[in-house]
């Protein structure tokens, strides 16, 4: 099933919010209805929403009345803006939207513009496609036959245009005759784990087995599982890996069980002109701790605080599988040589 298609002049999407219960459409075809979709999350996951940010740029790049260069780049630039409010922690958003809006602006005409927007979106989704794979293929060379992966959070294609980036490999192992067991952890508070990553990994008939977040420790103390692999929203040149709320105690819990803790990610998921302590975490609304489902169970008048990421150090991170190859510690050395 395709979770994104361009149809030619709107974007295509499954809402994941609704997902597994309910597989409905909705038609992006507007500035303004890429950023609901990206700020409620029925498109997520750092890939996708790159490429979603892609194509808001390039719809954008339709709508604007002007015959004036100057004018058409002015509104392109604030629409950029715009949607980089969307979210701030996923850096592949930033990547595909300044992407496009530069391929505008080495245009001189108009026409050309509103071409060239379309295409280089349609190349970013190629290209992304062409990166999971390759994630995958290299990534398969890390696990044996009958290991058990413990990932957290949708890293799969869901979350990309296909295959994935932490689900990457454990496809393409499986389609090269490896057997492999998945635990997924719940992933709180929106359940992407839950949801999405255990609905991907039963349609592809590989064998998954949610938990709560709260069990990982006990899970491995309990040697259930052999690796552990986490995609990621943003990595710094030093190695910080920031992705989803609670990466960073399943990192400390694998280091403690001697497992390893490997991440998977494009080069687009690099941001290499940030230190660590600059990122931005996004924090959420509290009413996605206060309730579950309808249900409210934090009592009204009750503090809450949800930061939606976190950043794992390098000293925790084992390798992490890009499409151009796997690259180990001392990370600063292995990214600087990766970008050079
Ligand atoms: O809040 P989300 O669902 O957009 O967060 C997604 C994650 O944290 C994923 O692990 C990350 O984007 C890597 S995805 C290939």
């Given amino acids: 099933m395709k979770h994104i298609k361009w149809t030619g002049e709107c974007l295509k999407i499954i809402d994941q919010r609704k997902l597994p219960g309910k597989v409905k459409y909705i038609f992006l075809k507007n500035l303004e209805e890429f950023h609901k ?4 999350m029925k498109v997520r996951g750092a890939p996708l929403i790159g490429i979603v940010g892609a194509f808001a740029i390039a719809v954008l790049a339709q709508e604007i009345k002007t015959d004036d260069r100057k004018e058409f780049l002015k509104k392109i630039e604030e629409g950029a803006k715009y949607i980089l409010e969307s979210r701030p922690t996923a850096y592949n958003l930033q990547y595909c939207v300044k992407f496009v809006c530069e ?3 080495e245009c001189n005409h108009i026409e050309d513009m509103r071409k060239v927007a379309i295409e280089t979106a349609q190349e970013l989704m190629e290209r992304e496609i062409e990166n999971s794979r390759r ?6 060379t890390l696990l044996n036959d009958g290991d058990t992966i413990l990932t957290h959070c949708n890293a799969g294609e869901l979350a990309t245009i296909a295959y994935g980036t932490a689900l990457a490999p454990i496809r393409i192992a499986q389609k090269k005759g490896k057997c492999l067991y998945v635990i997924a952890t719940e992933t709180r508070p929106a359940q992407q784990g839950a949801r999405l990553t255990a609905w991907e990994l039963l349609n592809e008939k590989i064998p998954v087995t949610v938990i709560s977040d709260t069990a990982v420790g006990y899970v491995m103390s309990k040697g259930m599982v052999d690796k552990v692999i986490v995609g990621a929203d943003r990595i710094t040149k030093e190695g910080y890996v920031f992705n989803k709320i609670g990466t960073y105690q399943i990192a400390l819990l694998a280091k403690e069980h001697n497992l390893p803790f490997y991440v998977a990610a494009p080069t687009s998921t690099f941001d290499i002109n940030i230190e660590h302590n600059r990122v931005v975490i996004e924090e959420r609304d ?19 605080y949800n930061p939606v990421f976190d950043k794992t150090p390098p000293n925790l991170i084992n390798a ?13 050395k292995s990214i600087s040589k990766l970008f050079s």
């Fill in 37 to 40: 979709a990206i700020v409620e």
């Fill in 135 to 140: 994630i995958g293929e290299y990534g398969e």
């Fill in 103 to 105: 391929k505008i602006s």
């Fill in 320 to 332: 992490i599988i890009t499409e151009k190859g796997i690259i180990h510690p001392p990370f600063e």
């Fill in 286 to 304: 509290a009413n996605e701790i206060v309730f579950v489902g309808r249900k409210r169970i934090v009592a009204k008048g009750v503090k809450v």
